[in-house]
């Protein structure tokens, strides 16, 4: 890994990113809004919710890859980045208002 992979993430769009994530063995579909976003705003289907400011206590395997979105792409960009240093594949799909399917 080199200097620059700390400060930056995989981005592609939010639909591609979750085909992609359906076809990981070891996927993770992270959502890293406030828990009242994710539960009174709607989520993924399929996703988990662990807030930015809580990532410190994820628990996921380091052999996860993990897709991370938030509400416009700003706080999913930091957990991108806090993730990737700690040791994870992360793939940062940005924003959920770019998202067109069904919510939970």
Known sequence: MSFLDFFTSSKIGFSEGLEEF????NGVLLDVRTPEEYNFE?????SV????DKLAG?????????????????????????LKQMGYKVTDLGGITSYSGPLE
């Open 22 to 25: 359906k076809k990981e063995k």
């Open 58 to 82: 994820i628990t996921a395997d380091k052999s996860s890859h993990i897709f991370v979105y938030c509400y416009s792409g700003a706080r999913s960009g930091q957990a991108a980045r806090y």
């Open 42 to 46: 709607g989520h993924v289907p399929g």
């Open 49 to 52: 919710n662990l807030p930015l």
